[in-house]
T-cell receptor
């Protein structure tokens, strides 16, 4: 069964450092997303990406964040200068173009900023 | 107006019981309502979804009931099993491909043997 894969599973970084979280969406999907989940809280939308550009972003997704699809398979989230409050589980998701909005999530990357 | 409110926060039932999780939304532009199941350390997994043109959808032991006028929907798990113990999230979005999902706060379900 096709799945969304994310790497690394856990990343520890020092405050102020840049991090790049990587995702390989399901191969025939066209829409890509990043969500985050602070420990014990709900899942929050960050950004959606379609046709090589951002289609929607939330108020959380400020100038410190960027996304890229550097090749035909990877989708990345970059945080330029991490803050303590960026510590969270980051989920990549993808969906197809079947007229439905069924999003499939990866296993997540746990980001710990120290 | 983008919020989705979910209750209860936690729920404990005995094996075979029928836990019910409720959600309410505000934005009338939402027309796609999925439920996700999340096990510890894993990503949310799509469980079942409904559109507002039907009042109920059943898949296996999972049933969504939908009340468009009240802007509420709920998940029922029939004959619950210990393996169903997980966190359940309701969500809402526009049905349009690529629309963001707005999640509820989550319900931690424990099914005791």
């Amino acid at each position: 069964e096709p799945e969304v894969t994310q790497t690394p599973s856990h990343q520890v970084t020092q405050m102020g450092q840049e991090v790049i979280l990587r995702c390989v969406p399901i191969s025939n999907h066209l829409y890509f997303y990043w969500y985050r989940q602070i420990l014990g809280q709900k899942v929050e939308f960050l950004v959606s990406f379609y046709n090589n550009e951002i289609s929607e972003k939330s108020e959380i997704f400020d100038d410190q964040f960027s996304v890229e699809r550097p090749d035909g398979s990877n989708f990345t989230l970059k945080i330029r200068s991490t803050k303590l409050e960026d510590s969270a589980m980051y989920f990549c998701a993808s969906s197809g173009f079947s007229g439905l909005n069924e999003a499939f999530f990866g296993q997540g990357t746990r980001l710990t900023v120290v | 107006q983008q919020q989705v409110k979910q209750s209860p926060q936690s729920l404990i039932v005995q094996k075979g019981g029928i836990p019910i999780i409720n959600c309410a939304y505000e934005n009338t532009a939402f027309d796609y309502f999925p439920w996700y199941q999340q096990f510890p350390g894993k990503g949310p997994a799509l469980l079942i979804a409904i559109r507002p043109d039907v009042s109920e959808k059943k898949e296996g032991r999972f049933t969504i009931s939908f009340n468009k006028s009240a802007k509420q929907f709920s998940l029922h798990i029939m004959d619950s099993q210990p393996g169903d113990s997980a966190t359940y999230f309701c969500a809402a979005s526009k049905e349009t491909s690529g629309s963001r999902l707005t999640f509820g706060e989550g319900t931690q379900l424990t099914v005791n043997p």
